[in-house]
């Protein structure tokens, strides 16, 4: 029987110190349960969405030293685990380093070889859609195939791990292989059809609405059809690549033969999950009791992707602007719900535009909370931008041009006092951080004020339609 550990590493971008240190102590934590195969995250050294970090060399000299560290670190037991593979001997067609996507396994101070000789295996299919933008970095098994004029099939082998006189076949494949759905080939079937055990899939996936019931049932369907198990290893952590947050949600899962979901870690949560695997049977079995998860998947992504902003930013405090509105409210209690009261300020900021109703609201809405709220009527700033600038003079070479403000430039004028003179400034003097309480409803129309409502530090609803805030 063979005892195989995952842990859902929370991986810091960009850090590799501090991931190798995270890694470090779960080698030594997985070697006191006598674990015979630790298997951690897709580039859980590196981070994954981190831009032009990939382009640096001394990152990957990094990479490929911590790297080794871990291989160091892996005495007696057989670590599996994602990182850069660099091959200086070639170059991408932009004339820069050679990169692979790759998964290792190391043992004693030694990368593990697969059958085909190579001590690491690149991830086969790269993906290029929404966020991701692997192509731009790395180089995929099929062009480096195609370059050697062979086969993918040919160059994507499986590992031969030797345990107490057993001998486990594994294939290990990379996020994004096990979504073959609309691809021209599948790696996992490629794999299954070189006589394997068990597939391991590492991954870097982040959160989406549903993806996890579409994995289930695009994961399930393949491995019904290939009869084999697999161990579905995901990060956590959170993403920032200066324009989008993306939240992991780990959730490790395992799967029989027959495709069934056998067991789902707890998403966001610091989940070591240990299994043992009978080879002759290809049964795989959670040590502990792992339900698949049911429940809402929104609310959690939100609050977990809240608490690991503000931590890497290190922000412990937060200014948010309410109207008495729907968007401010559900922010604010967003944010209440991982942070103390004390350390929330609300702000309602009326002109003699806003009614004696969305005054009270906020101001009830600040009660339910327990937060502390202020009220700072805008009248008098708004009056004195106007004053200053309708009616302006403005000299030219040829004539003066005289500045008029239109009704609607007056209301823009309310959304950016309010942020860049109220919101700004209070978030300075409290510590701290403001808010842009904005929905995916009303930037897709345009509803918004540049420089205004617009503005803050981060928008956490910015992803949700109206329905769904």
Known sequence: ???????????????????????????????KQNTDILIFPELCLSGYMIGDLWEQNAFLRECERYGQK????????????????????KKNNDGRVRKYNAAFAACNGQFLKNDRGLSYTIKTLLPDYRQFDDKRHFTSLPELAAEENQSVSSLLAPFTFTIRQETLRAGIVLCEDSWDENARLSPMEILSEKNIDILFNLSASPFTLEKNDKRHRLFSASLSRLGCPMLYINRRGLENNGKDCYTYDGMTAAYDPKGTLLAEAVPYQAERSCFSFDIAAKKLTAEKEMKPFRGDMLLPALRYGLKEFLSAIHAGRVVIGISGGIDSAVNAALYRSVLPAENLLLVNTPTRFNSETTKNLARRLAENLEAPFVELPIDSFINETVSQIDDLQIPSPSDMKTLHLTGFMKENIQARDRSTRILATLSSAFGGIFTCNANKTELTVGYGTLYGDLSGALAATADLWKHQI
Do not use: H, W
């Not at 871990?70 to 200086?88: H, K, L, M, Q, R």
């Open 70 to 89: 871990i291989a160091d670190a892996a005495e007696n037991i057989i670590v599996i685990f994602g990182n850069i593979a660099v091959d200086p001997k």
């Open 1 to 31: 029987m063979i005892r195989i550990s995952t842990v859902q590493l929370s991986v810091i971008p960009g850090n590799i110190r501090a991931n190798f240190e995270q890694m470090e102590r779960e080698i030594q934590n997985a070697r």
